[in-house]
């Protein structure tokens, strides 16, 4: 990423970690001789103190002085040359290699016999601190001298090389440990800050999901600081946001559901009564220039009388059929008809309306084959189903062709009895078979006309069957089609 976190916050404590070490470096390269010979400049006066007071050592019976082992070593641990020794070279006491040597440059201080080499540094009355160069070695040394309380003279020093020499190391030693540090402090703050970004680039995976409308996205940290309180908090908000963006769509899908229930109503009422008018203009039209020639008496004679008469009462009955079907119909899919119930003989009932349609089917033709030596008990309102196997029987009548057969068939299966009815004819045409059961479908209008038909029968069935929550089918064959309905023929209670 262009702009990580994590970047950002190791570079920032990488930049500030090497900042701060170069600024030590600088430093030290700068000012570390100073503090090394201000170090010193304490320490040739701490020695002072110790040897001229009892911690540093006393005068011994013979009038020399004994220093002590803590002042012994104080200039060991600390690399200090000393000498004591009276005003007459006498007694010396030293832990320099020739200690007389030592004593006679003391002298030479006292006599001023170095004060062209010697850069006087303090002069506390007591003791001077001062910066000398040897003459014979060249060397630069920082030395203190003076008399102690009992008479006595003291002069210690500290080479100023040795100063030089342990800032150089200790400045070379703060490079290489320095560059290790930053090398191994850069690794360090990478990873750890890899460790605190983690949780953040986790939260920045689940926003960008949430955004998506993914909602499954969750915080699976367990810290208890700020991020994983801000992690849960973002767990909950998906888990709220998932719930509310599931009952909006609830919501939407309800409202496109009542909104296209809406639209079906109102092009279906538009139907409803385009169809209506449809059906019922041809009758009126025949009915009322019918009339019309009866008042105008335009054949008088009893025969054409009769013959308008007989037009006028057959196109009545078929508006009056068409209104009652309306009706039934409507009562079917409103649910006010109640269902009666009960267990009856669907064998006699078939038989029954096949003698009703019996002067129609000779009339047309068609034999109806029918083997009722078995009789089938069913569950359902005889009255509707009467009502179904009519329907089915009167356009078997009407579309039988060919061998001019109809064959009606009951089978059980299950407690489901299945009544099927079929004719010889031409099939019903792919594209006609979805919307056979739809209200004033007509597959031929004109062939429905001659007969009366107005495409409301097979409606009424399909509202019989869904009322008794049972299927009605039709099916192709190629010499035939087949209408079938089913029933129960157990209580299923």
């Not at 102690?148 to 703060?174: C, H, M, Q, T, W």
């Amino acid at each position: 990423m262009k702009h990580s976190i994590q970047k950002k916050v190791a570079f920032t404590f990488i930049f500030t970690m090497v900042i701060v070490l170069v600024a030590m470096g600088v430093y030290e390269f700068f000012f570390i001789d100073d503090y090394y010979a201000y170090h010193k400049k304490k320490i040739l006066k701490e020695s002072w103190s110790m040897v001229n007071s009892s911690s540093g050592g006393k005068q011994g019976d013979d009038g020399s002085f004994d220093v002590s082992e803590v002042f012994e070593r104080f200039c060991s641990a600390n690399g200090l040359t000393y000498s004591v020794t009276d005003s007459s070279l006498t007694n010396i006491v030293t832990n320099a290699e020739d200690g007389r040597m030592m004593a006679g440059r003391l002298f030479g201080n006292v006599l001023g016999m170095e004060d062209d080499n010697t850069e006087v540094l303090e002069d506390s009355g007591e003791y001077h601190l001062i910066k000398i160069q040897d003459r014979f070695s060249r060397l630069t040394y920082l030395e203190l001298w003076g008399m102690l309380n009992n008479g006595d003279y003291y002069i210690v020093y500290s080479p100023i090389e040795e100063i030089d020499d342990a800032a150089r190391i200790s400045l070379s030693f703060y490079i290489y440990i320095g560059i290790v540090s930053v090398v191994i402090g850069t690794i360090v703050i990478w990873f750890l800050s890899r460790k605190i970004v983690e949780p953040v680039r986790q939260l920045t995976e689940q926003s960008k999901r949430m955004a998506e409308l993914d909602f499954d996205a969750h915080y699976n940290g367990k810290s208890e600081d700020e991020i994983g309180e801000l992690g849960r908090n973002f767990n909950t908000m998906s888990d709220k946001l998932k719930k509310a963006v599931g009952e909006l769509k609830s919501a939407n899908a309800k409202l496109e559901k009542d909104i296209a229930e809406k639209t079906q109503t109102d092009e279906m009422r538009k139907e409803f009564l385009a169809n209506v008018s449809h059906e019922l203009k041809t009758p009126i039209a025949l009915i009322q220039g019918y009339a019309e020639g009866l008042k105008d008496n335009v054949n008088d004679d009893p025969e054409s009388r009769d013959f308008y008469c007989d037009v006028i009462i057959d196109e009545s009955a078929k508006m009056n059929n068409m209104v009652r079907q309306l009706l039934t119909l409507n009562q079917l899919e409103n649910g006010n008809d109640m269902l009666e119930m009960d267990r009856f003989n669907l064998t006699e009932l078939i038989d029954g309306v096949i003698a009703k349609l019996k002067v129609m089917s000779e009339n047309a033709g068609v034999s109806i084959l029918f083997d009722d030596s078995k009789g089938f008990f069913v569950w359902g309102d005889e009255f509707m189903i009467e009502e179904v196997v009519t329907n089915y029987l009167t356009n078997a009548i009407h579309h039988c062709e060919g061998e001019k057969a109809i064959e009606v068939t009951c089978r059980e299966d299950n407690g489901i009895v299945t009544t099927t009815v079929f004719n010889s004819g031409k099939p019903i045409p792919a594209d006609a078979i979805d919307h056979i059961w739809e209200k004033f479908y007509k597959v031929d209008r004109a062939r429905t006309r001659a007969y009366g038909g107005n495409g409301i029968g097979l409606s009424i069935v399909k509202a019989i069957m869904d009322r008794h929550q049972q299927k009605c089918s039709v099916r192709n064959y190629d010499n035939g089609v087949a209408f079938s309905f089913t029933l129960e023929s157990k209580s299923g209670l």
